[in-house]
């Protein structure tokens, strides 16, 4: 049955070239809903250029919140690191006055109060230490200087560290420096 529709239809079908046969005036109803579906039809458009106007506005404050972020992301850090450099010009005002041998203790105190603030800064912000005093060498986190021959600390272990290493989180960013001790 649907075989007999198709071919009625292609039997109907104008060929190239030909003129189309004239059509039938529409009647009030018909033009009443072709109104209402071309009104909706530009109500349509008229939302998608909405919507595609602020998905291009959202896409811009995003690029540009993300450059902000980008600029900006030491800025609490900055913030938090501004009393330790208070701190140690308050420390050098003090020396600069100090006529007494009681002020290099005085120094000493103050640039120790400015170190472990300053540790404490660093430390909230995910910086970590990494001690390796004691411990088996590591290549993933100490830099072997030297070796030392030792009976005090097994073979493989870090004898003494030289310089600190530290840890951002769980990335490393500068491995410690150590000695590792070897067989007498």
Avoid: C
């Avoid at 189309?20 to 579906?37: G, M, R, S, W």
């Avoid at 005093?133 to 986190?141: E, I, Q, T, V, W």
């Avoid at 073979?155 to 290493?165: A, F, I, S, T």
């Amino acid at each position: 049955m649907d075989d007999n529709v198709k071919t009625e239809n292609a039997d109907n079908a104008p060929e190239l070239g030909q003129e189309l046969p004239a059509t039938v005036p529409a009647t009030p109803e018909q033009i009443e809903q072709l109104k209402e579906k071309a009104g909706k039809a530009d109500e349509y458009w008229d939302r998608l250029l909405r919507q595609t106007a602020d998905f291009e506005n959202y896409k811009k404050r995003v690029t540009r919140e993300r450059q902000d972020a980008v600029a900006y992301a030491n800025e609490i850090l900055l913030t938090k690191l501004l009393p330790v450099l208070d701190a140690f010009e308050m420390a050098l005002a003090a020396t600069a006055t100090a006529k007494e041998p009681a002020s290099a203790h005085s120094l000493q105190a103050g640039i120790v109060m400015v170190s472990n603030q300053l540790k404490s800064v660093l430390g909230e912000t995910g910086l970590e230490e990494i001690n390796a005093a004691g411990k088996p060498f590591d290549p993933n986190l100490h830099e072997a200087i030297s070796q030392e021959p030792t009976k005090d600390v097994p073979e493989g272990h870090v004898l003494r560290q030289v310089r600190k290493g530290y840890k951002f989180r769980s990335r490393l960013l500068r491995p410690a420096g150590v000695v590792v001790a070897s067989k007498p």
